[in-house]
Each structure stands twice: as structure tokens, then as C-alpha cells.
């Protein structure tokens, strides 16, 4: 509901007149063809980032090592103090 207008079946029929109207009765083939695809497109991206959210989801369920366990020694000193 926004701001008090609901959307029945009068506001639907004088929408749809518009539409009519505005794009004829020979584009109306087409135009739902491409609201059709917009809307495939759509749920497609919408549902890529349903499934990329889970895995850094997952991805964030892993243990962390503590401060103290990591090694900030760059490689090329672990290969000079180790000769």
C-alpha cells in the first residue's frame, strides 16, 4: 500500500486501457515479450546472488586462525633464514 492507494481491479482494467492505448494493439505481442525477459533476466541475477551470499556464507563458517598463528614473514626472508 503506498500512501493509501490500493491497486483493484478498476485501476488494473484503466492501466491496462492506457497501455492500449499508448502502444496499440499490434506492439502489445512484443512488449510482453520483453517485459517477459526483463523479468527472466531479473530473477536470474537475483537468484546468482542468492547462491554467491551462501557460499561467502559458508566461506565465513570457517575457522579463523588466531592473531598469534599467522605468519607475516615475506618469503624471500623464510628462504634466507632457513640457509
Known amino acids: 500500500m503506498l500512501l493509501g ?4 481491479p ?8 492506457i497501455v492500449v492505448l499508448i502502444f496499440g494493439p499490434s506492439k502489445l505481442p512484443q ?5 517477459g525477459k526483463m523479468l527472466r533476466g531479473f ?4 537468484k546468482s546472488m542468492n547462491e554467491e551470499d551462501a557460499a ?4 565465513a563458517a570457517l575457522p579463523r ?5 599467522i605468519d607475516v614473514t615475506p618469503a624471500n626472508e623464510k628462504k634466507s633464514a632457513s640457509s
Not at 43 to 46: A, P, T, V
Open 5 to 8: 492507494f490500493t491497486l483493484g
Open 10 to 17: 478498476a485501476e488494473i482494467a484503466v492501466i491496462v486501457l
Open 31 to 35: 512488449l510482453g515479450s520483453s517485459v
Open 43 to 46: 530473477k536470474k541475477e537475483m
Open 56 to 59: 561467502s556464507d559458508d566461506d
Open 65 to 69: 586462525p588466531k592473531p598469534g598463528e
